[in-house]
Each structure stands twice: as C-alpha cells, then as structure tokens.
C-alpha cells in the first residue's frame, strides 16, 4: 500500500474518532472509589464554603462602593464612571476600595503561591506590581 494513502488513511481516521467525541453532547465520568453519603457531605460543605466566601466578597465590595447591587456597579460603568467616581458619588472612601482589592488579590497570590501554580519570584513581582494596578484600575486609568 501507498504510504500517502497510509497518513491519509490515519489521519481520517483519527479526525473521526476525536470529531465524535469533541461533538457530542454525551458526557461520561467514573469515580474512583466509593462514593457515599461522607464523600458528597464534605463536597457539598467545601462548595457552599467557597460560594459563601465569593458572596461575602461581594458584599462588601458593594459596602466598600455604598451602593446596594451589583446592577448599580455595571450601570456606573457602562456610564463612563470609574469605582473612585462611585464611591466619590456616594461618599464613601475611595481607598477602602483600593484596600479592599489589594486583600482579595494578595490572597489570591498567596493561594497560587501555596499550591505551586507560581513561583516565588513571580509571587513576588505580581505582588510588586499590584498597589499601582489596582489604584490606576480604579480610578479608571487602566488600559489607556
């Protein structure tokens, strides 16, 4: 046999095989051991941890701004106004908001840093960079 028509053969072959699984809509998992009642307790409590820490982020991201949802942020926004012009808008302190991110960042950084998704000298340069970032952020100087 040809070998062109040998790769031609293989690679058909194999673009079939990978379009069928890329395309379908079926999906198929196996666990790895025994699932019970434990399993899917701490699963469930480490999920509803994090959610409660994602919303506990967020509230006070709304407390920081002084305004009571996320709508009025992405408003604001789409308006032109920077987090600094909202907070000015609605009295609050523009560098608790400053504040405010720089813990949410730096904890995530320390996270990375912990399970090795970074490097110490990245950690460091990251965290170097970010009181300039976060402030140009918002007051809305990024990016320009």
Request: hydrophobic share 40%; glycine share 6%.
């Amino acid at each position: 046999m040809n070998p062109k028509r040998i790769i031609i053969v293989g690679t058909m072959a194999i673009a079939i095989t990978i379009g069928g699984v890329v395309w379908s809509d079926e999906t198929s998992a196996h666990v790895f051991g025994p699932l019970n009642k434990s399993n899917t307790t701490k699963i469930k409590a480490a999920d509803l941890q994090h959610n409660n820490e994602k919303i506990s982020l967020k509230d006070d991201m709304l407390q920081a701004l002084g305004v009571s949802s996320d709508e009025e942020i992405y408003d604001a926004l789409y308006n032109g106004k920077s987090l600094a012009d909202i907070a000015e808008g609605n009295h609050v302190e523009v560098q608790n908001i400053i504040d405010l991110q720089i813990a949410e960042l730096t904890d995530q950084l320390d996270s990375r840093l912990a399970n090795g998704s970074i490097t110490p000298n990245q950690y460091l340069a990251q965290k170097s960079e970010l009181t300039d970032i976060i402030t140009d952020s918002v007051f809305g100087k990024a990016n320009k």
